[in-house]
């Protein structure tokens, strides 16, 4: 790692020191940052303004993405490219059009399932430092949880060893 995200890793250090545990949304999507632009390296085959033979496109900046993690409702600064052949650069740590953590979808389809409203859990929700919720999403999450216990009711039991 270089001397740049050596610093940005201190300072991200240095905030969680100064400011606890109350401020750990703003640490965790720093360090998610972080990690997507050395994705956005490796999928590169360079760092920024590295010039390398082996280059296979270009940084070309940022979008900002809001995601519902477990740490509250934060927004990243997602890399995007340009200038290279075949399938576009995306965080595989982002899924696609999805604005929640499986984490917090499960939390969330767990609710529903157990009878509490949408608006309750929308209110639950919002406790935790997750600022919208959709019934949209509720849907999607108690699906996710249907998902989880077909897989589990169609798994094989083989002799366990």
């Known amino acids: 790692m270089d001397a ?7 300072a991200l250090l ?9 401020d750990i949304a703003t640490v965790f999507a720093r360090t998610f940052e972080l990690a ?3 994705k956005r ?4 085959h360079a760092s920024h303004y590295e ?4 280059r296979q496109g270009y ?11 477990p740490a509250g409702s934060i927004t990243v600064d997602v890399p995007k490219t340009a200038g290279h052949v075949g399938e576009p650069f995306y965080p595989q740590s982002l899924e696609r059009g999805r604005r929640s953590v499986r984490a917090v979808m499960l939390a969330v389809a767990e609710m529903y399932i157990k009878g509490v409203s949408t608006r309750d859990v929308e209110a639950v929700m919002r406790e935790f430092g997750i600022e919208s919720l ?9 699906k996710l949880l249907d998902d989880e ?3 589990w009711r169609t798994r094989p039991l083989a002799e366990i060893r």
């Open 41 to 44: 390296e490796r999928f590169l």
């Open 14 to 22: 240095e905030h969680l020191i100064e400011n606890g545990a109350g």
């Open 51 to 54: 010039r390398n033979p082996d």
């Open 149 to 151: 216990l077909a897989a």
């Open 4 to 10: 740049k995200k050596d610093t940005i890793i201190e």
């Open 59 to 69: 940084a070309n900046g940022y979008k900002p993405k809001r995601i519902d993690a």
């Open 134 to 142: 959709s019934s949209a999403q509720v849907s999607r999450a108690s």
């Open 36 to 38: 997507m632009q050395i």
